[in-house]
């Protein structure tokens, strides 16, 4: 009878709103590509970026900013593109470098969060059905404003309980229904033959079929640092390497009451560790799980408000899922979701979800990472082994999860974002996903322009729809030019479209004799780490992690780089050889953290 129930309800709710889903799923979004003449005529014209030494004078020698931004993550550098495109005069600073955080760690999906469609439904909760419908708005954002670096990708739901089947389906096609016109494709259901064909490595026991639905992948460093890029085309001073040692505070006097506020801070170059004041009439602290280190350096009394999550990913083999298509398992042993996902030739699968300690090294545990191997091992065909050796690289990312500090319900945990303002005026910026890191930072610039009085060119936000670094007249057949003008292999022109876009074409031009890999395994090549300086990259670790993937896609292939990576970038820095060596270790030490030790014992 509790069956009966259930599928009644399911018909009630489902049944007064498909209808209405089928007329709207014929709408689904549109991506507008270039012809080819045109995507290498921008490629070619495009100029370089200030160096990274200009713009560390810039952030010297200008009086005052409108606007300094702490953090180099995606809502960091989403603030500063927000900032210096609204026409306020806009600097970021970053410990280490763009995206070497919990930024590139994600699960690599652009979401809008079907789970929380679910509980919107559930709990009859306008918040959660809220963040829904922001995300999706974003996810179609994304894929417009960078369609080199994000792309639709097909997931399954299966299902092994036959009265199941009505359930997901209805809760997917509310999914369908709530995107409206940011559609990507229609979902669909497939009985248990179709299913297998679709997602071969399945288990087949009790397979009733599946259920495949639509959301966004990314490569999420390369998303960052490209954010942080167009920031800089447009004028920001962004600077990685570049530590906040103290915030700058003056005293002020408002509606005759003396306050003091914060005004700037001061900063250190890790590399040659000059320190220098920065000032800026408005301080945004977007640090992500190190929300709570800045906001001390404000007011040492003030309670913390971040409680960090671990993330673990692994990754495994091509031949644990299909090329396009993903896996999605909601029902694990311990009520958290699983995905196993494509990715960049790979199969990425996770996530854990528990607390832990605050550091700036996590690393995964063997009991994770068995975990998730467990986890899929029960969806997968009895045929297929799941060794511990496949795992060719795993990452622990410490998600920022918050409590809002003006909630009454101090235990409870913020599930968007939280900006919160001090007496002192230091803006924070907290909380949410990646998904939604361009209305976070929407949200967060709002905030700043009325809490600090600033005068932007442009009052409301400009980066709805901007297309980002290399999205500009981009086609994905802009490959085949650059195979037949500067004769690189096809899989390797594939790889320089989709991570550069248009500006593949200067890449190429950076290409002397044949384009060397760094691996045969993979098509990254030695002009990408020439390349890489000009974007910022100051280490062997930026080049392997977040340049190019390589450290997060097999580690000891990463490993076996480094020193042909060292010799490259000494040789564009001017590195001495003791530095080298330094540089060498350091990247050692890092991929020890990305299951290089797991291998290695």
């Known amino acids: 009878m509790a069956y009966v129930r259930v ?27 270039h012809d080819l003449d045109t995507a290498m005529k921008l490629g070619e014209k495009l100029t370089p970026l200030p160096s990274r030494n200009n713009q560390l004078q810039r952030l010297k020698e200008t009086k005052e900013f409108d606007v300094l931004v702490i953090g180099g993550g995606a809502t960091g550098c989403g603030v500063a593109l927000d900032s210096i495109t609204r026409g306020l005069k806009t600097a970021l600073v970053e410990k280490d470098d763009f995206a070497s955080a919990t930024s590139s760690r994600s699960t690599k999906l652009i979401h809008g969060g079907v789970r929380y469609l679910q509980k919107a ?23 417009r404003s960078a369609p080199h670096l994000a792309q639709p990708l097909p997931i399954m739901l299966p299902v092994y309980t036959w009265w199941k089947v009505p359930y997901f389906w209805t809760g997917i096609k509310m999914y369908d229904l709530v995107s409206g016109k940011q ?24 397979l009733c079929g599946g259920i495949v639905y639509y959301d966004g992948q990314q490569d999420d ?14 004028g920001a001073s962004v600077c990685n390497h570049t530590e906040v040692v103290s915030l700058l505070k003056k005293k002020i006097t408002k509606d005759g009451v003396e306050k003091e506020i914060v005004c700037g801070a001061r900063v250190r170059d890790q590399f040659t560790r000059e320190e220098w004041d920065v ?32 993330g673990v990913h692994i990754v495994l083999p091509e031949y644990y899922s299909p090329r396009n298509m993903g896996f999605l398992n909601p029902e694990t042993s311990d009520g958290r979701i699983v995905f196993l996902l494509p990715w ?16 700036f090294h996590p690393k995964p545990t063997k009991a994770e990472v068995q975990f998730i191997l467990d986890e899929i091992k029960s969806y997968l065909s009895e045929d297929i082994t799941v060794r511990n050796e496949d795992v060719l690289a795993a990452w622990s990312g410490i998600r920022p999860l918050v409590r809002n500090p003006k909630s009454k319900k101090t235990e409870e945990l913020a599930r968007n974002h939280v900006i919160d303002v001090s007496d002192g005026n230091l803006v924070t910026i907290a909380g949410g996903k990646w998904t939604t890191y361009r209305s976070m930072a929407s949200d967060t610039v709002d905030e700043a322009v009325k809490c600090c009085e600033l005068k932007p060119e442009f009052t409301n936000c400009q980066t709805d729809g901007l297309v980002l670094e290399g999205g500009e007249g981009y086609t994905p057949n802009l490959y085949i030019r650059l195979v037949q003008e500067y004769g690189v292999d096809m899989e390797v022109a594939k790889h320089l479209t989709h991570c550069y876009g248009t500006k593949a074409v200067q890449v190429c031009k950076e290409i002397t004799g044949p384009g060397k890999r760094l691996d045969e395994s993979f098509p990254y090549i030695e002009a990408e780490v020439k390349f890489a300086v000009q974007e910022y990259a100051c280490t062997i670790v930026d080049v392997l992690a977040r ?50 030790s797991l291998r290695d014992e």
């Open 221 to 234: 460093a390369r998303m960052n640092v490209t954010i942080a890029l167009t920031a800089a085309r447009h």
């Open 121 to 143: 439904v559930f709990n009859l909760s306008y918040e959660q059905f809220k963040l829904v419908t922001e995300a999706l708005h974003e996810r179609a954002n994304m894929l």
């Open 7 to 33: 599928l009644g309800g399911i018909a009630v709710l489902g049944g007064g709103c498909l209808a209405y889903a089928a007329v709207q799923s014929r709408h689904s979004i549109s991506i507008e590509y």
């Open 183 to 206: 559609l990507l494709h229609r979902s669909y259901y497939v009985g248990q033959k179709k299913a297998l064909e679709l997602f071969p490595t399945l288990k087949r026991k009790d």
């Open 547 to 596: 340049r190019t993937r390589l450290a997060f896609l097999n580690v000891e292939v990463a490993r076996d780089a480094v020193p042909r990576v060292a010799e490259i970038m000494a040789k564009e820095l001017g590195w001495s050889g003791r530095k080298k060596q330094e540089e060498v270790k350091k990247a050692v030490e890092y991929l020890e953290q990305m299951g290089l």
């Open 279 to 310: 000032h800026a009439k408005c301080v945004i602290n977007a640090t992500g799980p190190y929300t709570d280190d800045v906001r001390r350096m404000d007011d040492a009394s003030r309670p913390n408000i971040c409680q960090p999550s671990a």
């Open 344 to 359: 960049e030739g790979r199969t990425v699968a996770g996530t854990t979800d528990t607390p832990t300690k605050l550091t």
